[in-house]
T-cell receptor, first 116, second 117 residues
Framework: DTEVTQTPKHLVMGMTNKKSLKCEQH?????MYWYKQKAKKPPELMFV???????INESVPSRFSPECPNSSLLNLHLHALQPEDSALYLC???????????????FGQGTRLTVV | AQSVAQPEDQVNVAEGNPLTVKCTYS??????LFWYVQYPNRGLQFLLK????DNLVKGSYGFEAEFNKSQTSFHLKKPSALVSDSALYFC???????????????WGLGTSLAVNP
């Protein structure tokens, strides 16, 4: 199984809602990532979990809250988002992260988020 | 400062012709370089990487890339383009300033490839 599975594929939420994005991989990868991507732009790194510990937070607003319940799962909890947060949210995993980071990343298909 | 440049926003090529998507980088030391492709409404897919060794790297879907240290380049190539190669291509280099768990990828802005039938 070489897939990263993200749910839901599409999400529309109001600015007062609370929702969660989910990501799952069963490749035994020990680093997992959340990226935000606007149309035709490169992915912007948000968070990295390495061995289930948060290793990078790219100064992301607190309305985004990541969680890594175990080595296969990654969640992104959303609360009180703004319309400018509308984007494609991508989850990715690598065999190792941190100092090595020499292996390819596997990306999920993303969640297309629209904040209204 | 560390950076990746993809000098062309858009590349157009006729089907069957060779294609090149350009990438130059600026990092200290020996670079770890990657190419990813993104098809419409999809996540990114890994194409190939250069870590060490042969300067010509072969990857998925018939793509290859040539590492040139003197020109700090890592151009993506394919001998014969297909319409299905039309997509957004990203070059990335590993951050070499942060050696610990803060290490991450630095991404180029992307090049949109259009292969015309």
């Amino acid at each position: 199984d070489t897939e990263v599975t993200q749910t839901p594929k599409h999400l529309v939420m109001g600015m007062t809602n609370k929702k969660s994005l989910k990501c799952e991989q069963h490749m035994g990868h020990r680093a997992m990532y959340w990226y935000k991507q606007k149309a035709k732009k490169p992915p912007e790194l948000m968070f990295v979990y390495s061995y289930e510990k948060l290793s990078i937070n790219e100064s992301v607003p607190s309305r985004f809250s990541p969680e890594c319940p175990n080595s296969s799962l990654l969640n992104l909890h959303l609360h009180a988002l703004q319309p400018e947060d509308s984007a494609l949210y991508l989850c990715a995993s690598t065999l190792t992260g941190g100092p090595l980071l020499n292996t390819e990343a596997f990306f999920g298909q993303g969640t297309r988020l629209t904040v209204v | 400062a560390q950076s990746v440049a993809q000098p062309e926003d858009q590349v157009n090529v006729a089907e069957g012709n060779p294609l090149t998507v350009k990438c130059t980088y600026s990092v200290s030391g020996n670079p770890y370089l990657f190419w990813y492709v993104q098809y419409p409404n999809r996540g990114l897919q890994f194409l190939l990487k250069y870590i060490t060794g042969d300067n010509l790297v072969k990857g998925s879907y018939g793509f290859e890339a040539e590492f040139n240290k003197s020109q700090t380049s890592f151009h993506l190539k394919k001998p014969s383009a297909l319409v299905s190669d039309s997509a957004l291509y990203f070059c990335a280099v590993r951050d070499e300033l942060n050696a610990g768990n803060n290490r991450k990828l630095i991404w180029g802005l992307g090049t949109s490839l259009a292969v015309n039938p």
